[in-house]
T-cell receptor, first 115, second 109 residues
Framework: EPEVTQTPSHQVTQMGQEVILRCVPI?????FYWYRQILGQKVEFLVS????????KSEIFDDQFSVERPDGSNFTLKIRSTKLEDSAMYFCASSVGQGAAYGYTFGSGTRLTVV | DAKTTQPNSMESNEEEPVHLPCNHSTISGTDYIHWYRQLPSQGPEYVIH???SNVNNRMASLAIAEDRKSSTLILHRATLRDAAVYYC??????????FGPGTSLSVIP
């Protein structure tokens, strides 16, 4: 069964450093998403991406965050200057269509620890 | 936004059926009912979705009330691997998936 692949599985970074989280969505999917989950809290939407543009972003997705699809397969989330409160699990997801008739496939996540 | 209400937690015995309820009394005619689950230390996983009719797939069944104000996710035979948080989510048209607190299902051996 096709999978969404995320790397690395765990990243530790110093406060203020830049991090790039990587995702390989399912190959025929056109819509891409990032979510995060702070330990013990619910899964939160960050951003959706389609046709090389951000479709929608949440309040969490401020100027410190950016997303990119640098080639035909990867989808990345960059945090420019990490803060302690950015420590969380980050999940990438993709879907073949945008509408509510389609489900999302999520990756296993990257655990980001900011020290 | 249309909202859902789920119990915080439920327990089930292994190898028995599990019925996970969801209330969505403000559902509109174009809202799809989606279910996802999240196993411990894993990403969310799509389970099933439906609009008006009951739906079956290899993971579960979704029973939708005639008035669509509630639905039930049915796991036909719970295994230890089904212990997870189950999320009932309404989506209208091009809405993204938004997670609530869900129901934490424990499966007792």
């Amino acid at each position: 069964e096709p999978e969404v692949t995320q790397t690395p599985s765990h990243q530790v970074t110093q406060m203020g450093q830049e991090v790039i989280l990587r995702c390989v969505p399912i190959s025929n999917h056109l819509y891409f998403y990032w979510y995060r989950q702070i330990l013990g809290q619910k899964v939160e939407f960050l951003v959706s991406f389609y046709n090389n543009e951000i479709s929608e972003k949440s309040e969490i997705f401020d100027d410190q965050f950016s997303v990119e699809r640098p080639d035909g397969s990867n989808f990345t989330l960059k945090i420019r200057s990490t803060k302690l409160e950015d420590s969380a699990m980050y999940f990438c997801a993709s879907s073949v269509g945008q509408g509510a008739a389609y489900g999302y496939t999520f990756g296993s996540g990257t655990r980001l620890t900011v020290v | 936004d249309a909202k859902t209400t789920q119990p915080n937690s439920m327990e089930s015995n292994e190898e028995e059926p599990v019925h996970l309820p969801c209330n969505h009394s403000t559902i509109s005619g174009t809202d799809y009912i989606h279910w996802y689950r999240q196993l411990p230390s894993q990403g969310p996983e799509y389970v099933i979705h439906g609009l008006t009719s009951n739906v079956n797939n290899r993971m579960a069944s979704l029973a939708i009330a005639e008035d669509r104000k509630s639905s039930t996710l049915i796991l036909h035979r719970a295994t230890l691997r089904d212990a997870a948080v189950y999320y009932c989510i309404l989506r209208t048209s091009y809405d993204k998936v938004i997670f609530g607190p869900g129901t934490s299902l424990s499966v007792i051996p």
